[in-house]
């Protein structure tokens, strides 16, 4: 769909053709991400209503950023955001020569993402089964709640998935209610194995020629997550499974309050510990034995961790910084996301970057996930197109693409089928 860049202006998956039938976060971030390392996007939404992330409040326009839809071209955010860099046609799977319209965009494709509920796609004709049969060597992932074949039908957003995944009560202190991840983890770590499977299966196919199935479930992501500590282990020895802003079991380990914030400290070993009781002025905790190694700190880290916050509770966080970095002990301001999302280092490294509207100014602050990744030899970034209205690209992917004419065009959009 664009002119072949040179080499040196070369995306890793230059020369890729994913098909996406995705909607809401999970599926449309892997595809963001296939994106931005070089693919084509092709992003299918239903004609009658679009992407469901089209709906979502705040949007940005003309207007700049508001809570209610007031113009035809104020654009969520979060579709702003998501929609980058694909092309954005129409298909009604259950209309009249939908499926034939998904045969000829699966011939010349690679890839096809979807994010239905388990069995929706076969329902709708449109499964890998079908793919395959039409082009044998398409990669098709499909990305749900608990997996192909299991509980078919059922939805799984982000919340409920956090709940079923014990994550919930991974964070928080003990005794207090469940705690909900501000992030959309489940959301957002299933689609990054997702496109690891993907990429995997690309590399497969290089020696084999043939495609293949990808099958990612958003509990099954989270919980190997959660499954990375071992909870029995700690239920056994006795130590505190939820503990809050701290984590005993390395202590000192966590956050910490001050005047005016709080702070991140990592003082687990030894070096590091003295360093932090150097830098807290403590002699009498460097004296007593109960505090002299890993293990005794552990043992007794309600009682140390008191003592640090008695500390740092009569400095700012400024203050504190510059004792502990004194002192080579790591540590950390906690920040508000948005100032997070300005650190000069993210910035610089394209991590995030600035948001923007295709026909607005809008505020350069307004900052948006970029690709964390960077190459020796090659780039990252998003293609200079996005689908601001539904169907905004139906004309150049079917009729310049695909080679449809402008009657045929006619017919399927007075057909509900685009």
């Known amino acids: 769909m664009t002119d072949a860049p040179s080499d040196l202006q070369q995306r890793p998956l230059e020369g890729l053709r994913i098909i996406d039938l995705t909607r809401a976060l999970a599926g449309p971030y892997a595809t963001l991400l296939l994106a931005g390392l070089g693919a084509e996007v092709i992003k299918v939404e239903d004609p009658r209503h679009g992407d469901l992330a089209r709906e979502n409040s705040p949007y940005v326009g003309r207007d700049g950023v508001v809570v ?9 955010i979060s579709h702003l955001t998501r929609a980058r860099g694909k092309y954005g046609v129409t298909l009604n799977f259950k209309k009249p020569g939908a499926k034939e319209i998904f045969a000829d965009l699966l011939r010349d494709a690679d890839i096809v993402v979807e994010n239905f509920s388990s069995g929706t796609v076969d329902r709708l004709g449109i499964g890998y089964e079908t793919a395959r049969a039409i082009n044998p060597r398409i990669i098709y992932c499909s990305l749900s709640g608990f997996g192909q074949g299991v509980d078919e039908g059922a939805k799984a957003m982000d919340v409920i998935v956090q709940a079923l ?10 005794g207090e209610p469940p705690v909900r991840m501000g992030i959309p983890m489940a959301d957002m770590l299933a689609p990054v194995f997702a496109v690891i499977g993907i ?3 690309v590399e497969q ?5 043939v495609g293949q199935r990808i099958d990612v479930s958003m509990l099954g992501a989270l919980t190997s997550f959660v499954a990375i500590e071992n909870w029995r282990a700690m239920r056994l020895a006795g130590l505190p499974r939820r503990t809050g802003l701290t984590v005993n079991r390395l202590s000192p380990f966590g956050v910490f309050k001050c005047k005016d914030g709080h702070i991140a400290i990592v003082a687990t070993h030894d070096p590091l510990a003295e360093g932090l009781l150097q830098a807290m002025n403590a002699q009498d905790i460097q004296e007593d034995e109960r505090f002299s190694s890993r293990d005794g700190r552990v043992a007794n880290a309600i009682e140390l961790e008191e003592r640090i916050n008695q500390w740092s509770g009569t400095l700012t966080v400024a203050e504190a910084v510059a004792a502990l970095e004194e002192e080579g002990v790591p ?3 906690v920040r508000y996301p948005e ?4 650190d000069p280092r993210v910035v610089a490294r394209g991590e995030t970057v600035s948001a923007s509207h ?8 307004l900052r948006t996930a970029g690709i964390p990744i960077l190459f020796s030899g090659a ?3 998003f293609d200079d197109v996005m689908p601001v209205h539904v169907g905004e690209h139906n004309d150049r992917i079917y009729g310049d693409m695909l080679g449809y004419s402008a009657e045929k065009l006619a017919e399927l959009k007075a057909a509900g089928t685009i």
Request: no cysteine.
């Open 199 to 201: 990429l995997a299966a």
């Open 339 to 342: 100032d997070a999302l300005r």
């Open 205 to 209: 196919r290089h020696r084999t020629g």
């Open 331 to 333: 540590v950390a301001p």
């Open 68 to 76: 209610r839809k007031a113009h035809d071209d104020d654009v969520s």
């Open 379 to 381: 780039q990252t970034g």
């Open 358 to 365: 295709p026909l607005y100014d809008i505020d350069e602050d």
């Open 165 to 174: 995944s014990g994550a919930m009560y991974a964070s928080g202190a003990p």
